[in-house]
Protein backbone atom coordinates (compact mmCIF):
# COMPACT_ATOMS: atom_id res chain seq x y z
CA UNK A 1 0.00 0.00 0.00
CA UNK A 2 1.29 3.25 -0.88
CA UNK A 3 2.65 5.53 1.98
CA UNK A 4 1.38 9.30 1.96
CA UNK A 5 2.76 12.36 3.59
CA UNK A 6 0.22 14.65 5.37
CA UNK A 7 0.90 18.00 6.79
CA UNK A 8 -1.02 19.36 8.88
CA UNK A 9 -1.46 22.09 11.83
CA UNK A 10 -3.35 22.40 14.98
CA UNK A 11 -4.44 25.01 17.84
CA UNK A 12 -5.45 23.14 20.87
CA UNK A 13 -5.78 24.49 24.01
CA UNK A 14 -4.65 27.87 23.51
CA UNK A 15 -1.72 27.08 21.73
CA UNK A 16 -0.59 26.96 17.79
CA UNK A 17 1.14 23.61 16.42
CA UNK A 18 2.64 24.33 13.22
CA UNK A 19 2.68 22.53 10.59
CA UNK A 20 4.14 19.02 10.48
CA UNK A 21 4.02 16.10 8.51
CA UNK A 22 2.61 13.15 9.76
CA UNK A 23 3.13 9.29 7.42
CA UNK A 24 -0.09 7.51 6.49
CA UNK A 25 -0.21 3.99 4.62
CA UNK A 26 -3.18 3.93 2.17
CA UNK A 27 -4.66 2.93 -0.68
CA UNK A 28 -5.11 6.67 -2.24
CA UNK A 29 -5.38 10.17 -1.42
CA UNK A 30 -8.65 10.48 0.14
CA UNK A 31 -8.01 7.74 2.54
CA UNK A 32 -4.62 9.01 3.70
CA UNK A 33 -6.94 12.19 4.37
CA UNK A 34 -9.47 10.65 5.69
CA UNK A 35 -7.04 8.62 8.43
CA UNK A 36 -5.33 11.88 9.37
CA UNK A 37 -8.78 13.50 9.98
CA UNK A 38 -9.79 10.59 12.11
CA UNK A 39 -6.02 10.89 13.91
CA UNK A 40 -6.54 14.66 14.88
CA UNK A 41 -10.37 15.98 14.14
CA UNK A 42 -9.01 19.48 14.71
CA UNK A 43 -5.82 19.47 12.64
CA UNK A 44 -6.21 21.32 9.35
CA UNK A 45 -4.80 19.99 7.03
CA UNK A 46 -2.56 21.83 4.56
CA UNK A 47 -1.32 18.87 2.02
CA UNK A 48 -1.41 15.07 1.07
CA UNK A 49 0.96 14.22 -1.14
CA UNK A 50 2.45 10.24 -2.51
CA UNK A 51 5.76 10.02 -0.34
CA UNK A 52 8.54 9.81 -2.65
CA UNK A 53 10.40 6.26 -3.26
CA UNK A 54 13.26 5.82 -0.48
CA UNK A 55 12.40 9.27 0.97
CA UNK A 56 11.91 7.47 4.57
CA UNK A 57 14.22 4.82 4.05
CA UNK A 58 16.35 4.74 7.79
Known amino acids: MP??????SN?????YYPP???LF????VA???LQAQEAD???EIHSVRLAA???FDG
Not at 3 to 8: A, E, K
Not at 11 to 15: D, I, K, Q
Not at 25 to 28: I, K, M, S
Open 3 to 8: LYVVTM
Open 11 to 15: VAHGW
Open 20 to 22: RAF
Open 25 to 28: EAPD
Open 31 to 33: AAR
Open 41 to 43: DMA
Open 53 to 55: PGE
